[in-house]
């Protein structure tokens, strides 16, 4: 049987995948912290491992595939520790290509949409070289993924790790998201639940563009069954404003009014994937609609807030 580790494993993505991939047969060990777990915890019939990944615990016996997925992900969070952001893509990613190339394994990172900063591009192709404002406070995250994509790809140059799989997550929810991580799709939902108004950052015109947690997924398992080594967007194109997404979840929940608030610092003005390359070379597209995401991500929530 293969074996993975995946990092970040008891996190909302890593929970999921760590389910496909015992689903595909992989025996799965599960490397976190519990920083920003989700509340369903960590996957069942994997083996947890409480740890981090700058500083990880002794791993025995083989590894064939590593998915590195740990990281505070949502802007509250890793803007609370920027250091301890920088250090776990840096040190981290390091000492998990080590990994990799002591067992051998295949190392698929996982990257973000964020390596685009505040994109002149629109929509964002992997080409597309990004524009980050390396002095802003969202830096620590942008980039300390932009240095792990650059390690993982001088790991793989320099021969040390053989097969190097890079996916560039872009905004995804469903459920397993943690309530309180601050995301504007947990907030919205659980704002309206409350029956609170829903707390639009700027004048609500910046657009993102949400891909269900299926479908990411899906993208990711099938990156790194393939043998692309590029990096490759994994992400709905559907592209829509917060003003927007604040009037569907009233629908869909209840008209609980806009609290305007300040935007963050160098919050990106537009978003929205380019996937003609996941299309191409690994003959993967969204299935799930915005609309078709959100009964089952409310649900999810409603259950949280019913206890
Ligand atoms: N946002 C918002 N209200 C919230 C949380 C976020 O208007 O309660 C905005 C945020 O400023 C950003 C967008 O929603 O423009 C997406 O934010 P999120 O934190 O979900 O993800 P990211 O900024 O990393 O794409």
Redo the contacts with the bound molecule.
């Keep these: 049987m293969s074996r993975a580790l995946v990092t970040g494993g008891a996190g909302f993505l890593g929970r999921r995948l760590s389910a496909r991939l015992l689903d595909e047969g992989f025996d799965v060990v599960v490397l976190d912290n519990l920083s920003s777990p989700s509340p369903l915890g960590p996957p069942d019939g994997a083996t947890f491992i409480e740890g981090t990944v700058v500083d990880p615990p002794s791993i025995d016996g083989p590894i064939d595939r590593i998915y590195h997925l740990a990281s505070p992900a949502?802007?509250?969070r890793y803007l609370l520790d920027p250091i301890g952001t920088l250090r776990t893509g840096g040190e981290g990613t390091r000492q998990m290509l080590d990994l990799a190339e002591d067992r051998n394994a295949r190392f698929l990172l996982a990257s973000t949409?964020?390596v685009y900063g505040d994109p002149t591009e629109h929509p964002q192709r992997e080409e597309y070289t990004g524009s980050v404002q390396v002095t802003s406070t969202r830096a620590c995250y942008d980039e300390a993924k932009r240095y792990a994509e650059a390690l993982t790809y001088a790991y793989h140059r320099t021969g040390r790790v053989g097969e190097v799989r890079v996916v560039r997550i872009f905004?995804t929810y469903g459920p397993g998201m943690a309530p309180d991580d601050?995301?504007?799709?947990s907030?919205?939902i659980n704002q309206a639940l409350a029956g609170q108004p829903?707390?639009?950052?700027?004048d609500?015109s910046?657009t993102?563009s949400f891909c269900y947690l299926d479908d990411l997924i899906e993208g990711i398992w099938r990156l790194s069954a393939s043998d692309v080594d590029d990096p490759v967007n994994i992400g709905n194109p559907e592209e829509m404003s917060?003003k927007e997404l604040a009037s569907v979840i009233a629908s869909e929940i209840s008209d609980t009014g806009i609290d305007y608030?300040p935007?963050?610092e160098s919050?990106?003005a537009r978003?929205r994937p380019d996937i003609t390359r996941a299309q191409t070379l690994l003959g993967w597209e969204p299935r799930v609609g915005f609309i078709d995401g959100l009964p089952p991500t409310i649900d999810y929530f409603r259950s949280l807030a019913d206890g």
Excluded: C, K
């Design positions: 949502s802007p509250p949409s964020e905004n601050g995301r504007v799709v907030n919205f829903l707390t639009i950052y700027g609500g910046q993102r917060m608030r935007l963050p919050d990106p978003r």
